[in-house]
């Protein structure tokens, strides 16, 4: 394993906001030094126990209470003040924990490699809390790869390693710059593409009844605000809506993504388990 062994021995006082390794590990808050470091910051207990369970953990920094109520997980953790927990945590009432972990980022090629039946693409979103959650939600339906194409959010923000509540340790993360481009590979790795827009021209009922979902399929989801670029809704296979059976105008992005995935997921099960 990757985990780191810093700690301190008895007797030393916890480091604080101003300890030079506090103070490098707060950069981290900022997309650049992400970017440049190949790290990021998760906090809470749940993120730590994902964190090592995917190898993924590079330090721990944890308060006297954490480590009173964590011993599992703190065995090696740096012990810090509570005002430095605070300076490296992002929520209002911070949880004691918070770890540097290694991005685990893939190349779009080698997660189709892989073979992925059920792919989720971001593209253009740009709210950490909607990202994290569509992000939660694929992996909960059993999503091997989820791609942030385009403009979208940073997977590694702050807000969206806590919306995905450990999830972002799970799937091939994939972050795209082109979304086009991004489209085109996925139909050429074996994946149909379907849009999910509320002015599809195909109801996801019909589609799913149909047996359209049964083949390994590649979801893509827009902005809450704008949707889906012109160009991608063009380039998809298929331009799908969900059907609003009451009297609601629409549903929020992540309650969309989250039937569009699972109604897939269920197909997908079907057609395995229908197989010789």
């Known amino acids: 394993m990757r985990l780191a062994q810093h700690h301190q021995r008895p007797g030393v006082a916890p480091f604080t906001e101003r300890t030079p390794r506090v103070i490098a590990a707060r950069r981290l808050q900022r997309r650049r030094e992400r970017d440049e470091t190949g790290l990021f910051l ?17 330090e721990l920094f944890a308060t006297a209470e954490a480590q009173d109520r964590h011993p599992d997980l703190t065995e090696t953790a740096t012990l810090v003040t509570d005002s ?13 924990l918070v770890a540097v972990c290694h991005q685990n980022g893939v190349r779009l090629h080698d997660a189709l490699a892989k073979q992925p039946r059920l792919v989720a693409v971001l593209a253009e979103i740009r709210d950490p809390g909607n990202a994290g959650t569509i992000l939660r939600t694929a992996d909960a339906a059993g999503a091997q790869t989820v791609v942030f194409a385009g403009d979208a959010v940073d997977p590694y923000n702050g807000k969206c390693v806590r919306a995905s509540a450990g999830s972002v340790f799970h799937t091939d993360l994939v972050r795209a710059a082109d979304a086009a ?16 827009t509320g002015y599809g021209d195909t109801d996801l009922d019909d589609l799913a009844d149909n047996g359209g979902l049964g083949e ?15 160009a991608l809704l063009a380039a998809a296979d298929r331009r799908v809506r969900v059907p609003l059976h009451g009297r609601a105008e629409s549903l929020n992005l992540a309650a969309a993504a989250a039937v569009c995935l699972y109604a897939s997921a269920r197909a997908l099960r079907r057609a395995a388990s229908a197989r010789p």
């Open 42 to 58: 998760a906090e809470g207990p749940q993120a730590v126990r994902e964190a090592i369970a995917a190898d993924a953990m590079k």
């Open 84 to 96: 430095a927990i605070a300076a490296l945590a992002e929520t209002v009432a911070p949880q004691g």
């Open 181 to 196: 481009a991004t489209v085109e590979e996925l139909k050429s790795g074996g994946l149909t593409v379907l849009a999910a």
């Open 216 to 230: 390994p399929t590649a979801w893509l989801f827009g902005s809450e605000a704008h949707g889906l670029p012109d």
